[in-house]
């Protein structure tokens, strides 16, 4: 009886073992590097995109561009940066949001001209529908959707670091 409660532990500690070993090899599992050191994509892309953020110099010399250029820009575009203010009017989700950016309004302002932005990284707060936003954003072209009632949609499209992106304001 004694001998078998010992083999059933053993059992029991030799399954842990392999359970851990096996967990430590898939999460060591080791990232293959292009020939300046940088990491190369990975599967899912996300660790490839915060470990590739764009440069200070590409921040820096990001321009302005308006709604139409934007949107008829979008295959000569991809990878320029662009500065942008806007009202978010569609969360998405935790890293997607449709933003109005063209500014109308004589007398009450308001945002027109949607886009939508891939947000990567965690912003500084949390963002909701209403705020007013500035960020510095990479072109990827047009994006296609459908929306709520069927319609299909498309919009200029935005890669944008959490980083290069701060909450201006709120409409009331």
């Known amino acids: 009886m004694k001998n078998?409660?010992?083999?059933?532990?053993?059992?029991?500690?030799?399954?842990?073992?392999?359970?851990?070993?096996?967990?430590?090899?898939?999460?060591?599992?080791?990232?293959?590097?292009?020939?300046?050191?940088?990491?190369?994509a990975s599967d899912d892309g996300y660790g490839y995109l915060l470990s590739h953020k764009p440069s200070s110099e590409e921040i820096a010399n990001a321009t302005t561009i308006d709604y139409v250029n934007l949107y008829k820009g979008a295959n000569t575009l991809n990878g320029n940066f662009y500065k942008i203010t806007g009202e978010i009017v569609q969360v998405v989700d935790d890293s997607h949001y449709?933003?109005?950016?063209t500014k109308t309004g004589e007398y009450y302002t308001y945002y027109t001209d949607r886009i939508?932005?891939?947000?990567?990284?965690?912003?500084?707060?949390?963002l909701m529908e209403g705020d007013i936003v500035s960020f510095t954003g990479e072109s990827l072209g047009n994006y296609t959707y459908t929306a709520v009632l069927g319609n299909e949609s498309t919009?200029?499209?935005?890669?944008?670091?959490?980083?290069?992106?701060?909450?201006?304001?709120?409409?009331?």
């Open 98 to 101: 449709h933003i109005n950016m």
């Open 116 to 126: 939508q932005i891939s947000l990567i990284g965690t912003p500084s707060e949390i």
């Open 4 to 40: 078998q409660k010992g083999i059933t532990l053993i059992t029991f500690i030799l399954i842990i073992a392999i359970v851990v070993i096996a967990i430590i090899f898939i999460i060591s599992k080791p990232v293959e590097h292009d020939t300046d050191g940088k990491p190369l």
């Open 155 to 172: 919009v200029p499209y935005l890669r944008v670091y959490a980083e290069n992106l701060k909450v201006i304001g709120h409409t009331e």
